[in-house]
């Protein structure tokens, strides 16, 4: 008889069990001791015995109806002592055997195999996956997920109404050329900054507003924030992040971390980063917009070359950090300038617009 050193689960209660397994010609025999102190044992007949098949160094068997008896055992010696005494029994299949004979560089180099396919899933298949979810989500369910997204966030915010009332009006101004209904927010926040949520909400900072000289930013701004939303870009961005949450609490077996993620994210979420190809696209929409309303391009310039900080001192830009800018997009926002061939002055939009400079000036 050989003995091997175990944890035994008797299925009734969640409390493991240090017990002795010891293999019998028709049985398993298993001795431990009961929450009482007293030495007891279990029998299990070799035909209700399953293995429960993994690909760690801890061998796992159950047995019996609902709720199963379990036991756990770490001895690599226990795959060839099964062999020997139950010769005409499987209890592993050949893969899962083979693995068990493996030297331990030969499983390190496996697992290091196994982790880079994951690494490959996530950076790679991820944002496919979630581009192809969110092409699928009817823009109301996509409006009531960004509508609970504001509402959680705004609570860590000062809103203030009387801009908010204003931009909400110069936005009115503007076809922006999109199906979801765009309503900005304005808050009281010094940072440059503004994100886009899905659905249609519009987070803008009063920061970004006081350092702004044209109405034609605060339009470019905007047309390139709702740009965002109508190729659901938000929506893409939120759904892989949280892809990528869920991704690594399922392989951590973080059941708490799902449930966090899922709890409270929202602050986290409306600031993700887009990525050089989606800022490229939501750029050219943006300005096709103003080719249409024949607003002056040259406002996707200005605003790019304030972010840049070469109109005053620029610290804290948030939406840098948010909205990478390069050089390649100000770049082709100049070449739209010097192609552009239709630009109006809208009087309306201006009056609009010097009332929202009042508005900001008026509380300094």
């Known amino acids: 008889m050989q003995h091997f050193s175990a944890r035994y689960h008797d299925g009734r209660r969640s409390i493991a069990h240090d017990a002795t397994l010891t293999l019998r010609p028709d049985h398993w ?153 765009i309503r900005v927010t304005v808050v009281r926040e010094k940072d440059a900054n503004a994100f886009a949520l899905p659905g249609g909400n519009i987070v803008v900072f009063d920061g970004i507003l006081r350092k702004m000289k044209t109405k034609e930013e605060l339009a470019a701004l905007l047309a390139h924030e709702v740009s965002h939303v109508h190729y659901r870009h938000s929506l893409r961005n939120v759904l892989r992040s949280l892809g990528g949450y869920l991704f690594l609490s399922i392989l951590l077996n973080d059941i708490n971390g799902i449930v966090t993620v899922l709890a409270d994210n929202s602050n986290a979420l409306a600031n993700l980063t887009y990525s050089r190809e989606l800022e490229t696209e939501a750029d050219q929409k943006a300005m096709a917009i103003f080719q249409s309303e024949g607003l002056n391009i040259k406002g996707f310039v200005d605003l790019f070359t304030m972010l840049k900080g070469e109109h005053g001192d620029m610290t804290n830009l948030k939406l840098l950090s948010t909205h990478p800018l390069t050089e390649d997009r100000l770049r082709a926002a100049e070449a739209a300038v010097k192609g552009q061939r239709n630009v109006k002055e809208d009087a309306g939009l201006e009056r609009k617009w010097e009332d929202i400079e009042r508005g900001y000036h008026g509380d300094e």
């Open 29 to 181: 025999l298993i001795h431990y001791q009961d929450p009482s102190g007293e030495l007891t044992s279990a029998r299990w007949t070799l035909p209700g015995i399953v293995t429960d098949e993994n690909f760690s160094d801890l061998f796992i068997f159950r047995y019996g109806s609902f709720p199963q008896q379990t036991i756990e055992c770490k001895d690599r010696q226990l795959p060839a002592a099964l062999t020997q005494h139950y010769p005409d029994r499987v209890f592993f299949k050949k893969g899962i055997s083979r693995l068990f004979k493996l030297s331990n560089t030969a499983i390190a180099g496996m697992a290091v195999l196994v982790v880079a396919l994951l690494g490959v899933a996530y950076w790679y298949g991820l944002p496919l996956l979630a581009s192809a979810v969110a092409s699928r989500v009817p823009v109301s369910a996509e409006v009531e997920m960004g509508d609970t997204m504001y509402e959680n966030l705004l609570h860590g915010y000062d809103v203030d109404s009387t801009l908010t009332v204003k931009v909400n009006d110069f936005a009115r101004s503007i076809d922006f050329k999109t199906r979801y209904p």
